[in-house]
């Protein structure tokens, strides 16, 4: 079955082309970063606005570059929630009518599920059940996986998510939008012991995370120190960074050894920061653990792993008619095969 | 010809199926239902035409100006529809829509179409029938309610019929000296009507896009 793959749930358009038996076929991405980049956050209704423009142009880029042609596709997948609700309304809409032209089985799909099943798009993919760690600007989750639509949130955030912290945090030490990557990279030259940063939620017994007290941390230390010089920029963005990340490894090291899974899946835009896949990589060795990540491309938003959750949905009979309504709040723990 | 019109620009959703003049209609006010009764309502509207979407010549959408996601839902609808089918897409202004469904006989008289935008300001244009449906005599414009009656104060022509809800959105009770029509919410009956006569302004469904009208929605970031 040759599935088309739509994810507008923020602020990139997504399109790809998955098929089972054969694996991802094409894809390609339109990222909006440079719209938002003036307002220094994402704006919904130009996101929306921008989604509507791009997604049949993009559609049109994925057959010609994939040599496939509309007739071929049997299926269609998009994302319903969580999300934008004006973003997720434009793929949803055009997802549903398409289907329903063509009269096409079609299915919407949670974000989340996309990411999390993202590395089984890989050659070195894990079985299930597996754990997952989801880290984004949207969403800080630890999952488990049992299996296809059976998913147990184990923790998230109470508050901001660490993607959205780093960005945060970037923004009040004046690094460009958006400044999470940005302020990793300065990191790497930076002592993470010089600051002493509170770690939340460290030593609780559960595994949820908190980090907005972490970014009041650092707006109290960019009152106290002079962030002209370059040592003490790189100096904070490390022991920033050190703060988010021991806490994210601790808690995922936790899970493992709650659960007893052996087998932790990471993604989301932040699983691309080096000092995390390092400390994690270093943690699950000493507990016999391992780690897998989608390529990096995917660790973002991408229409290829809703293709792929969407593909494994409908050959499972799910199909989902007529209905383009969205979710922007929808939890991992509601969703069944 | 065979056409099939969406309209959601505002809490009602209707779809419309012209066939050869003949016109079938189903509508609703349904707020916040439209991307659940959508694909339904035309499934059905289509049963009842004893048709499919197949032998739609073109997709006609009310394009705006609206609620935004009202107008988005109906591009992003018409673009998978005439997409899946490989026809191409009529997109009608819904203050034209409204300005249609008041018209008079009499080719002289000026509508002028009103919808309210929020925020203390309304969309408005003004029209004159024509062959083609309407002539446009004034674009569709964004003002407050002030600036709509020092507009028409200066206008070069008589005081134009006014129709849409826009107007009694924002004018005072007392303004006794206007003809006013029923204030109705623009029809897909009228976007049908309207793309029938306007046939040759078809295109490609990737450029069937909304027109919000007003633009600035966001301010920009104080560089420090």
Known sequence: MLVLGIESSCDETGVALYENGVGLIAHVLFSQVATHAAYGGVVPELASRDHIQKLLPL???????????????????????????????????????????????????????????????????????????????????????????????????????????????AKLMG?????????????EQGDAMRYALPRPLLHRADLMFSFSGLKTAVAQLIDKEDLRCVKVQADIAASFQAAVIDVLVAKTLKAVKQTGLQQVVVSGGVSANVWLRTQLQAGLTQLGAKAFYPRLEFCTDNGAMIAFAGCLRLAAGQVSEFDFSVKPRWSLNELRL | MQLLAIETSSDACSVALYQQGALLVH?????????????????????????????????????????????????????????????????????????????????????LATLDARMHELYWAVYRLAANGLEEIQAESLTSYQDLRHFLKQAPFESPVICGPGWAAYAPKEEVCWQLAAPVLPSARSIAELAALNWHQRIDPADALPRYVRDKVAVMATIK
């Open chain 1, 59 to 169: 559609i049109g880029q994925l057959l010609t570059q994939s040599q496939r042609t509309l007739a071929e596709i049997q299926g269609i997948a998009y994302t319903r929630g969580p999300g934008l609700s004006g973003a997720l309304l434009v793929g949803a809409a055009f997802a549903q009518s398409l289907a329903f032209a063509r009269k096409l089985p079609c299915v919407g799909i949670h974000h989340m599920e996309g990411h999390l099943l993202s590395p089984l798009l890989e050659q070195n993919q894990p079985e299930f059940p597996f754990l997952a760690l989801i880290v984004s600007g949207g969403h800080t989750l630890l999952v488990k996986v049992q299996a296809l639509g059976d998913y147990e949130v184990l923790g998230e955030s109470l508050d901001d998510a660490a993607g959205e912290a780093f960005d945060k945090t």
């Open chain 2, 27 to 111: 509508e609703a006010i349904m707020p916040k239902q439209h991307s659940q009764q959508l694909l339904p309502m035309i499934d059905a509207l289509l049963a009842e035409g004893q048709t499919s979407l197949t032998a739609c010549d073109a997709i006609a959408f009310g394009r705006g100006p609206g609620s935004f996601t009202g107008v988005r839902m109906a591009a992003g609808v018409a673009q998978g529809l005439a997409f899946g089918v490989n026809r191409p897409v009529i997109p009608i202004s819904t203050l034209a829509a409204i300005a249609w469904q008041a018209r008079v006989t009499d080719l002289q008289t000026y509508l």
């Open chain 1, 175 to 187: 690094l460009a939008y958006p400044g999470g990557p940005l302020l990793a990279k300065l990191a």
